[in-house]
Structure formats: structure tokens, C-alpha cells
């Protein structure tokens, strides 16, 4: 089964999200409305929480985990997905931040206590550092990312774009009962 309940944490699905039947969702997770979580994909919330807004996909073979707290992170770190974010194929989130409308390109790692600001491309490909903190309205590529260049009005106007594409994706398969159920 995809939805699986971890210490008495079960999954909660918004209105309208979509989860295929191949990924799996563990714990303490809340997925927003209109949100997809696509094939092979893992969001394993067991030691902390996940928290993914509205409009985001999480493409497919993706992994979203959390930092467990003990000796050497007191508090771990939660990972939270903001509103409108496109997630690329085999993306590693790993205990940090997204805010709203951010592409993170495939094959992207975003690291423990990182921090991704709104309105953020992260090239494909890319390694977020752990800590590093990258502010609003830039594209960054690289491994480790480094700021390349401001976003243009084109690639902003791509954010909703694509998220509405995918919304658009699930509730074609939502109304071919590719479900969580």
C-alpha cells in the first residue's frame, strides 16, 4: 500500500492530491491540495515531518526524508515544500526548506537545513550544500549551486505554468482511477 501509518502518524492527503500507487508515503506527512506524488517515488516521514503545499509535484523515482534530531542536531531538521513547485525526476530532498514557486531540476539534491527562497530555479543536476541558504529570484546550477543569474519574466510566468500542467496531469489520472486507493 502507498499510504502507511509510522508511530501512529498516517499521511493526510488534501483535496484532490494524487499519490500513484508505486510511491510511497510514510508518517508524519501532509500532502496539500491538488499536490501529485508521482511513480517510484519515496516521501518518508518517520523521525520528523514533511510538510508539501498546493500544486507541487514530486516527479517520479524522488526521495523527500527528513533529519531525525539527536546528539549531533538537537532538533533535525523538518522538511517543508511550499505552494506551486515543480519537483524534477530522481530529486533527493533531504531536511530543508522550499518556499513557493520553485523548479528543482532533475537529478537535484537539496541538502539538510538548507533554505530555497521563493521564486527559485535550481539547475538539473545540482547539490545544495547543507545550511546554504539560497535567496529569491536567481537560477543556481553547479555542484555545489552557485548563483548563476536572475530569472527572467519568462521563467517566473513558468512556475504556475507548470504547476497548473500537473494539476491538470493528476486529475487525468484521478479520473482514470489511478489512485491512492
Avoid at 517543508?80 to 518556499?99: N, Q
Avoid at 537529478?107 to 545544495?128: F, K, P, R
Wanted: charged share 20%; with cysteine; net charge neutral.
Amino acid at each position: 500500500m502507498a499510504i502507511r501509518t509510522f508511530q501512529q502518524h498516517t499521511p493526510r492527503l488534501g483535496e484532490r492530491a494524487f499519490v500513484d500507487r508505486s510511491a510511497v508515503v510514510i508518517g508524519d506527512v501532509e500532502i496539500g491540495a491538488d499536490s501529485s506524488i508521482w511513480p517510484l517515488t519515496v516521501v518518508r516521514a518517520d523521525m520528523h515531518r514533511i510538510r508539501i503545499g498546493k500544486r507541487t509535484s514530486v516527479q517520479d523515482a524522488s526521495v523527500l526524508h527528513i533529519t531525525h534530531a539527536g546528539p549531533f542536531n538537537p532538533d533535525g531538521f523538518p522538511l517543508l515544500i511550499g505552494d506551486d513547485v515543480t519537483i524534477g525526476h530522481k530529486v533527493m530532498l533531504h531536511g530543508c526548506t522550499l518556499g513557493n514557486r520553485i523548479l528543482v531540476g532533475m537529478g537535484s539534491t537539496v541538502m539538510d537545513g538548507a533554505v530555497v527562497e521563493d521564486d527559485v530555479i535550481i539547475g538539473a543536476g545540482s547539490l545544495v550544500p547543507p545550511g546554504k541558504r539560497l535567496p529569491s529570484g536567481f537560477l543556481y546550477v553547479g555542484s555545489p549551486a552557485r548563483q548563476a543569474r536572475p530569472l527572467t519574466d519568462k521563467e517566473r510566468a513558468f512556475f504556475t505554468y507548470t504547476a497548473g500542467n500537473y494539476v491538470k496531469l493528476k486529475d487525468q489520472h484521478l479520473a482514470e482511477g489511478f489512485d491512492k486507493d
